[in-house]
């Protein structure tokens, strides 16, 4: 059965580096997502993607962040400068379709741990 | 705004126990509602969904109504195994705009004993 994969599973950075979390969606899905996990809070979500384009993101997706598809089965999330608050699980999904039943496929997570 | 509230947990139940898990939510418009499950190690997994009011999702022995006038999920289990012990989460999809995201409930930590 496809899967939504991510790398690294587990990422230490220092506080102010740029970590890049990637993910290889299911292939014939058209919508991305990242969401994130605070430890001990909600999943949250961050932000979506379509057609090359930011469909919607929350407030948490500042500047600081970018999302990307450089290739046809790629869908990258930057952080220019990490700071402390940013260590989370990070997690991806895709979606064949955008309606509100639709469902979402996870990946297994990237946990971020900026020191 | 949109919001997934859960009962607290964790939850610790003997094998063969009954399970109800609540969820209630707020939502404008005509969300979706969906239960996810995390195993250990792995990542978010659909385990039942309804789309519209009065419907019954079903999977792996779980099931779940939405019920608009008391705006819950409750996700309840006849006879929980060893193997049903993951984190729980609630959560509503509401199309805006061009596509839909999921607003999470906080989950919950189902440990289930031989």
């Known amino acids: 059965e496809p899967e939504v994969t991510q790398t690294p599973s587990h990422q230490v950075t220092q506080m102010g580096q740029e970590v890049i979390l990637r993910c290889v969606p299911i292939?014939?899905?058209?919508?991305f997502y990242w969401y994130r996990q605070i430890l001990g809070q909600k999943v949250e979500f961050l932000v979506s993607?379509?057609?090359?384009?930011?469909?919607?993101k929350s407030e948490i997706f500042d500047d600081q962040f970018s999302v990307e598809r450089p290739d046809g089965s790629n869908f990258t999330l930057k952080i220019r400068s990490t700071k402390l608050e940013d260590s989370a699980m990070y997690f991806c999904?895709?979606?064949?379709?955008?309606?509100?039943?639709?469902?979402?496929?996870f990946g297994p997570g990237t946990r971020l741990t900026v020191l | 705004g949109n919001s997934v509230t859960q009962m607290e947990g964790p939850v610790t139940l003997s094998e063969e126990a009954f399970l109800t898990i609540n969820c209630t939510y707020t939502?404008?418009?005509?969300?979706?509602l969906f239960w996810y499950v995390q195993y250990p190690g792995e990542g978010l997994q659909l385990l039942l969904k309804?789309?519209?009011?009065?419907d019954k999702g079903s999977n792996k022995g779980f099931e779940a109504t939405y019920r608009k006038e008391t705006t819950s999920f409750h996700l309840e289990k006849g006879s929980v195994q060893v193997s049903d012990s993951a984190v729980y989460f609630c959560a509503l999809s509401a199309l805006t705009g061009a596509n839909s995201k999921l607003t999470f409930g906080k989950g919950i930590t189902l440990s289930v004993r031989p």
């Open positions: 993607f379509y057609n090359n384009e930011i469909s919607e």
């Open positions: 309804a789309t519209k009011a009065d």
């Open positions: 292939s014939n899905h058209l919508y």
């Open positions: 999904a895709s979606s064949p379709l955008a309606g509100a039943g639709d469902t979402q496929y």
């Open positions: 939502a404008t418009g005509y969300p979706s």
